[in-house]
Nanobody
Framework: QVQLVESGGGLVTAGGSLSLSCTAPKHIISAYAMGWFRQAPGKEREPVAGIGWSGESTFYADSVKGRATISKDNAKTTVYLQMHSLKPEDTAVYYC?????????????????WGKGTSVTVSS
């Protein structure tokens, strides 16, 4: 069973920054596009950012563009999401996910693997 394990969530003050990590099996992180989704209370899950298997291509949702950076370290089998200038509307459970193609992150349908999520709360 493939496990994606997120870490790094917590309580952050508006304007602050956070760094999330997602560890994955080596055969997943080296061959799959990986990224992040989030689900705010009472809202549908939405894509946040994705990175292609080679690390050369990235995707960012408009809501985080310019405030987020996604990266990966195959040696550490970890994908990172760094965000700054956080807003209360960034409050959500953040999920790590993997898919064969980066394009899947644009709509979020058909992801192959999901993590269990890590909660981020941004206080005003």
């Amino acid at each position: 069973q493939v496990q994606l394990v997120e870490s790094g969530g917590g309580l952050v003050t508006a304007g602050g920054s956070l760094s999330l990590s997602c560890t994955a099996p080596k055969h997943i992180i080296s061959a799959y596009a990986m990224g992040w989704f989030r689900q705010a209370p009472g809202k549908e899950r939405e894509p946040v950012a994705g990175i292609g298997w080679s690390g050369e291509s990235t995707f960012y949702a408009d809501s985080v563009k310019g405030r987020a950076t996604i990266s990966k370290d195959n040696a550490k089998t970890t994908v990172y999401l760094q965000m700054h200038s956080l807003k209360p509307e960034d409050t959500a459970v953040y999920y790590c996910a993997a898919a064969i193609g980066l394009g899947t992150f644009y709509h979020g349908n058909g992801m192959d693997y999901w993590g269990k999520g890590t909660s981020v709360t941004v206080s005003s």
